[in-house]
């Protein structure tokens, strides 16, 4: 569903004033302004009083507040028959376990709101929902095709890899090339990369890194990342069935950017320091689920795997040597993760840990087997 001129329907906490509005000047009041009694479009703090007044609205109605993502709203009977709502601005997805409880949810939405019942879900967002007998695909194939027509790689020919293994993007000591046709391009596949195309990440974000200053090198980088695309386009993720298992991958390279003394961690988890950052990641997932009656209780561990048995042992470890603060400081976290049950580890060989391909570029049967672990298939 859609709320209809969305932005109107806030209301305003503190005094505004604006200008009549051109060929409205009310005769003889030329001099006088208008006092805003609802919010409207343009005001810095529309989305925020937007928001705030759905807030108010569905939480009367019995909705509960998932306190990890402040956009998500459940309400479930005894019976555990129930709704969520997922908000984005204005728009929303409304899913649940019965049909009649979802239909007197938009009912009560449209009674408080102008809305508009955009039927079985779609597209969202610029995401494509397909759903096929044992599951759903979510793509980007038609966001795809619009970026690769948009910078004039239609036609190009395809590879197999979105990153060349051999090839190390360094920092440019020449002249740069078009700054904003390149910040254009890194910003169109980061949308691909953050919503459906995980296989893209390391590319795009390492060549992110370049943006102030591109060279010709950074753009064949690039232009490799729309010719992967351009072979790969129609693929998507894809959920089968219901799993009650959070499942998570970690990795990192240290330094492995000589030029500026860099590294690379990168996380993954499957629905249904690296160990630092994909330990604070497992612990929000879990709240978040947690929060979803559906999801099945109690919630085991979540098992993060990892190509490092150093790392684990240091995880495992009791004792900390005090040699920096900050890595006791998330040692002690990691500790505190173990020992509330929220996570555990486990070692996994570098050639199936699915969280590899997002700290470098690898080779074309590398890159075609983690896509099949992760999920992504040709629909």
């Not at 779609?122 to 759903?131: A, E, H, S, Y």
């Not at 910040?183 to 296989?199: G, H, K, P």
């Not at 040699?323 to 505190?336: A, C, D, F, Q």
Request: hydrophobic share 40%; proline share 3%; aromatic share 10%.
């Amino acid at each position: 569903m859609d709320v209809k001129t969305s932005f109107l329907n806030g209301d305003l906490e503190e005094e505004v004033y604006v200008k009549q509005p051109e060929r409205f000047v009310m005769p003889g009041n030329e001099h006088k302004v208008c006092k805003l009694v609802k919010s409207l479009y343009g005001l810095k703090q529309a989305p925020k009083q937007l928001h705030q007044k759905f807030d108010e609205v569905v939480l009367s109605s019995g909705f509960l507040l998932n306190q990890s993502d402040k956009c998500v709203y459940s309400k479930f009977d005894s019976s555990d028959k129930g709704v969520i709502i997922f908000l984005y601005v204005d728009d929303m997805l409304i899913f649940g376990t019965d049909q009649n409880q979802v239909d007197n949810t938009k009912k009560f939405l449209s009674s408080r709101f102008s809305m508009k019942d955009m039927g079985e879900a779609d597209v969202i967002l610029g995401i494509k929902i397909k759903r096929e007998n044992k599951g759903i695909v979510i793509t980007q194939s038609h966001y795809i095709e619009k970026i690769l027509k948009k910078f004039n790689r239609e036609d190009c020919s395809s590879v197999s890899t979105p990153m060349d293994p051999v090839e190390k993007l360094k920092p440019n000591t020449s002249k740069h090339v078009d700054q904003l046709e390149y910040s254009r391009a890194i910003s169109f596949l980061m949308y691909a990369m953050t919503s459906t195309r995980l296989d893209i990440t390391y590319a795009v974000s390492r060549s992110s890194r370049f943006t102030s200053n591109p060279s010709r090198q950074h753009c064949q980088a690039i232009i490799r990342v729309f010719k992967y695309l351009k072979g790969t386009m129609n693929y998507g993720l894809s959920y089968v069935g219901y799993l009650s298992v959070l499942e998570a991958y970690s990795d990192a390279s240290w330094i492995n950017h000589v030029e500026d003394s860099s590294s690379t961690s990168g996380w993954m988890f499957l629905l249904g320091g690296a160990f630092a950052a994909a330990g604070k990641k497992a612990e929000w997932l879990r709240n978040l689920v947690h929060e979803i009656l559906i999801w099945p209780k109690p919630i085991a561990p979540i098992s993060i795997r990892c190509d490092s048995v150093a790392t684990l042992a240091k995880a495992y470890s009791q004792i900390y040597n005090g040699k920096s603060r900050h890595l006791g400081v998330r040692h002690s976290m990691i500790r505190e993760l173990i020992r509330n049950g929220v996570i555990s580890f486990e070692f996994v060989r570098s050639q199936h840990n699915l969280a590899d391909h997002l700290t470098k570029g690898l080779a074309r049967d590398l890159v075609i087997k983690s896509v099949i672990w992760m999920g992504l298939k040709s629909s």
